[in-house]
């Protein structure tokens, strides 16, 4: 696994579809923050080390990865910042390199429980506010690799500044749970969530749907939305897909939370269209019961 990664730090650029560089890559960012803001980025979950190929859905990461590199270094190892007096996680290590010929940067960020590639594409550079060095500005990708699997990140951007007294050494992404965004919405969807991800189905249909409820179920947690869908779907919802495994505890907790049982695909496929399997009956009952009481 370890050399997959490396390997995929080394090729990054062949495997991309970023917008040419407009600006060269630094070949150092000792003395530099790089700063990867995640608040509008898209998000597609495959297994480890594999190409995104979609569903992507959207995802808000209000913290950005700051990473402030020392005054005389590409490379550094920090304490992870999430320890505590109960929980010591492994330390971290974060190093930079420019591509041979400048065209992108890349990023590593590891240790025993992850790996991030960065890859920074430069695409302008503006005067800092305050003067001293320039800020060179971006796009990025960002592959995670964790829990066997690996997030993909796109339509992220960046700034490299000069770094300043208060940066930490590192900050990891997440969501600010402090301005007032709503919890997710679990109600025991995490448990089915769980337990849908160690399920083995046999045929190529019922994994595909179990992929992509996979990538949704985190994203109705988030948005509140148990009827959510996107374009990457084709106007199937969870519900369509949930039928479609006859898994009836999921088509009962989205009918439950409020999922719409008159959902049709982009083709005009209904739900009921998709109801297959050994608990059909169950899960035509459920939704009968469901429209009945509406």
Not at 14 to 26: E, F, H, I, N, S
Not at 184 to 205: C, F, P, R, V
Not at 207 to 226: D, G, S, T, Y
Not at 233 to 253: E, R
């Amino acid at each position: 696994m370890k050399t997959q990664f490396l390997s995929m730090f080394l090729s990054a650029a062949a495997v991309l579809t970023c917008a040419q560089a407009a600006q060269p890559a630094p070949e150092s960012m000792a003395g530099k923050s790089l700063v990867v803001l995640l608040d509008e980025v898209q998000v597609c979950r495959t297994d480890m080390y594999a190409e995104a190929q979609g569903p992507w859905y959207e995802q808000r990461l209000d913290i950005p990865l700051l990473l402030r590199f020392p005054a005389q270094d590409n490379t550094y190892i920090a304490p992870h910042p999430h320890n505590n007096e109960e929980t010591t996680w492994p330390n971290i290590t974060v190093s930079y390199a420019a591509a041979e010929d400048r065209s992108e940067g890349y990023v590593k960020v590891e240790n025993a429980i992850f790996q991030a590639l960065v890859v920074l594409t430069f695409e302008k550079e503006t005067p800092a506010p305050q003067g001293g060095s320039n800020i060179l500005e971006g796009s990025a990708y960002v592959y995670w690799h964790e829990d066997c699997e690996t997030r993909h990140m796109r339509a992220a951007t960046f700034l490299v500044r000069d770094a300043w007294q208060y940066d930490p050494a590192i900050q990891l992404p997440g969501a600010d749970t402090a301005d007032g965004d709503p919890e997710l919405l679990d109600d025991g969807l995490n448990d089915i969530l769980m337990a849908l991800e160690k399920t083995t189905y046999t045929s190529a249909t019922e994994r595909l749907f179990q992929k992509r409820l996979v990538a949704m179920l985190p994203q109705i947690m988030v948005l509140h939305n148990p009827s959510f869908t996107s374009p990457d779907y084709k106007g199937n919802t969870a519900l369509h897909y949930a039928c479609g495994l006859s898994h009836v505890a999921l088509v009962q907790w989205l009918v439950d939370h409020g999922a719409d049982t008159y959902a049709r695909t982009e083709k005009g496929a209904s739900v009921d269209a998709c109801i297959s399997g050994p608990n059909a009956a169950a899960i035509r009952a459920i939704l009968r019961k469901a429209r009945h009481h509406k």
